[in-house]
């Protein structure tokens, strides 16, 4: 696997930061999560902590170096935190239990799988546009999806941060899975909060993280959200990740020279005449062998 | 045309360290030998002679090898030498053991220790009556502490049957010929001719070569173990698969054998390979099982086959 990768949250103009992100990797799989502790309920940052942490604990367990069922442990995983919410919840005798959204991307082959539940988002970004991005558990998606706004209306609409699926809520969170999706080299995968994608267009960011070094781009970008955010700016958190290889059908067949050594030339050319995958007659040679090493075997077996 | 027959070398023929006695056999692929070592002790010598390749005429000694003959010919040598190879590295009382491999006229020999004896094949032909439950569980499990060595080597014999299996003059059996022999675990072998022998080969043999594992050989030993009781192969896996016409032993040999027993034969002689024995070790247990004298039943034969049946099928649920 190769990539670059850069994370990073500010809490904005509020007084705590309830975001939480992580990436981890093995070395066949990465696993980057966003997860935005739910304002206006308790302990928002515990659920999205609890949720993160989850994931990290799955993945460190499960990834051997991959992860046999991607799907299987993005759904099981993100179950477990929903659940493990609700025991923190419970333990704590709290009125209403903590909630989180949750956005979680494993890669592996080359491919990229991805789940989510409420509203922060992940963007593919390809050749400096947006190539899909997730739909949000809203309100006011389900509006617009009914054509009763438009997504200026939906920017500015009173009701744009409720959320009708989470984990850790009194409901089963609605988890909502991407296909096998295949990635080129060049490729970002990018995870954010509604803080960072609620206050910028979307060709904004498509055209920052475009950009081949993330570790300045993610920052600017970043400042640019905070500023747009004004005062009461929210929360903002983004994890992305540059991808540099491409998927291929089988990639086994490939061939890796990294391992060589300098002094060393690979050559192959098939014999003139035949195909010597095609022969079948032994020669001389091949029979002495055959026979030397039974004789070895004899001697070395009997007693 | 018919084949014509290879020629044998002649009595008293010096090859390598041996002088050749007589010949003990003569197959379609090979000649065996008894003959004696430099000490004066016995061992037979198998000589690779394929009789569609190579001819000896009488009073020859090097065979003739036709130059478009040749390639075949090295290509069975290559048989020829898996056998060596599997066989080399088996050192078991119940295996045959090579003492040498070596080359001369145009060929190889391999040689192998000489037991005094019969096959298995031999001695039921002529000794039917002896051929009692006691004598059937005692060789077979004997002759399967053999073939659990051969499969602990990863290693599967392929061709078991009863002319496969030497009987010494105290009866206790001797695997033989490993011409079909292959190693299991090496992939990189070239998939050579399969060689089986119909009546005794399992079905996998025929069809689903990948499938092939120690359940093939122990269909194999089931089948074995019917022969001796019906005196005759039975009916071929390839044609069961079409249509199963094989009497279960279990109805044709019933109250002469213990049902633990029959039942034993049919379950190695399933089909499917996933219901037969897994393991050598499986079928041996099955074999060394304390059980009682058959009874002869008074019933009528409608009932009894029937009973027969109803018993069977509550065994299988509890298996």
């Known amino acids: 696997m190769k990539f670059t990768i850069y994370q990073e949250s500010r809490p904005g103009k509020r007084p705590n930061n309830e975001d939480r992100l992580a990436y981890c990797y093995s070395r066949e799989a990465l696993l980057m999560i966003v997860a935005d502790g739910m304002g206006g309920h308790y302990y928002g940052e515990v659920a999205a902590q609890i949720a993160v942490q989850t994931l990290i604990e799955t993945f460190q367990r499960e990834a051997k170096p991959e992860i046999a069922d991607p799907f299987l442990f993005l759904q099981k995983s993100m179950s477990n935190a929903h659940h493990a919410i609700l025991d923190f919840s419970s333990d704590h005798r709290l009125n209403d239990s903590p909630r989180t959204t949750c956005v979680a991307c494993l890669i592996q082959d080359n491919i990229a799988y991805w789940a989510h539940t409420g509203d922060s988002r992940l963007y593919l970004l390809r050749d400096g546009r947006v190539h899909f991005h997730t739909r949000d558990h809203s309100r006011v998606q389900l509006l617009m999806d009914q054509g009763v706004i438009n997504a200026a209306q939906a920017a500015v609409h009173p009701e744009r941060n409720k959320i009708y699926s989470c984990l850790g809520g009194p409901q089963q969170p609605e988890i909502e899975f991407s296909r096998k999706t295949p990635l080129e080299a060049g490729d970002v995968v990018a995870l954010c909060t509604d803080g960072v994608w609620g206050v910028l267009p979307e060709e904004m960011l498509a055209t920052a993280l475009k950009s081949a070094n993330l570790i300045q781009a993610v920052p600017m970008l970043l400042a640019q959200a905070e500023l747009r955010g004004g005062p009461h700016a929210d929360n903002l958190s983004i994890v992305a990740a540059r991808w540099e290889d491409s998927y291929v059908e089988h990639p086994s067949t490939a061939i890796s020279t990294q391992t060589m050594s300098r002094d060393t030339i690979t050559t192959k050319l098939d014999e003139f005449g035949r195909n010597p995958a095609y022969k079948s007659e032994l020669s001389e040679d091949e029979i002495e062998r055959a026979i030397e090493e039974i004789r070895a075997t004899i001697q070395k077996y009997s007693k | ?319």
């Not at chain 2, 004696?36 to 005429?57: Q, T, W």
């Not at chain 2, 060929?107 to 192998?112: E, F, H, I, R, S």
Request: hydrophobic content about 40%.
């Open chain 2, 1 to 319: 045309m018919a084949q014509q027959a290879n020629h044998a070398l002649p009595a008293g023929f010096q090859l390598d360290d041996y002088r050749i006695e007589r010949q003990l056999s003569l197959g379609g692929f090979s000649i065996v030998y008894l003959a004696r070592d430099g000490a004066g002790k016995s061992v037979a010598i198998k000589e690779y002679l394929p009789n569609s390749l190579a001819l000896r005429g009488e009073g020859a000694i090097q065979p003739v090898i036709s130059s478009e003959h040749l390639a075949a010919f090295r290509y069975g040598m290559k048989c020829f030498f898996e056998e060596g190879r599997a066989l080399a590295r088996l050192s078991h009382p119940n295996v045959i053991r090579v003492l040498n491999f070596f080359r001369a006229n145009d060929t190889v020999y391999m040689v192998m220790e000489y037991e005094h004896g019969r096959t298995l094949q031999e001695f039921i032909q002529k000794n039917r009556q002896a051929v009692t439950e006691n004598f059937l569980r005692n060789v077979f499990t004997k002759m399967l502490n053999g073939l659990r060595e051969v499969h602990s080597h990863k290693l599967l014999h392929l061709d078991l049957k009863p002319s496969n299996i030497y009987m010494r003059n105290d009866y206790t059996p001797v695997l033989i010929d490993f011409g079909a022999a292959r190693q299991t675990l090496a992939s990189d072998t070239p998939m050579l001719k399969p060689m089986y022998t119909p009546g005794f080969a399992s079905p996998e043999h025929y069809a689903q070569r990948e499938l092939l594992g120690p359940w093939s050989d122990i269909y194999s030993v089931g089948a074995s173990m019917y022969a001796c009781l019906a005196g005759a192969a039975p009916q071929a896996a390839d044609t069961r698969m079409e249509k199963d016409q094989l009497m279960p032993a279990m109805v044709r040999w019933e109250g002469q054998y213990s049902d633990q027993l029959l039942e034993t034969i049919d379950w190695c002689l399933c089909l499917n390979h996933l219901y037969r024995p897994q393991s050598v070790f499986a079928l041996q247990k099955a074999l060394t099982e304390q059980v009682s004298a058959p009874q002869q039943r008074e019933e009528r034969w409608l009932d009894k086959t029937f009973g027969k049946f109803l018993s069977r099928f509550k065994k299988i649920g509890n298996r």
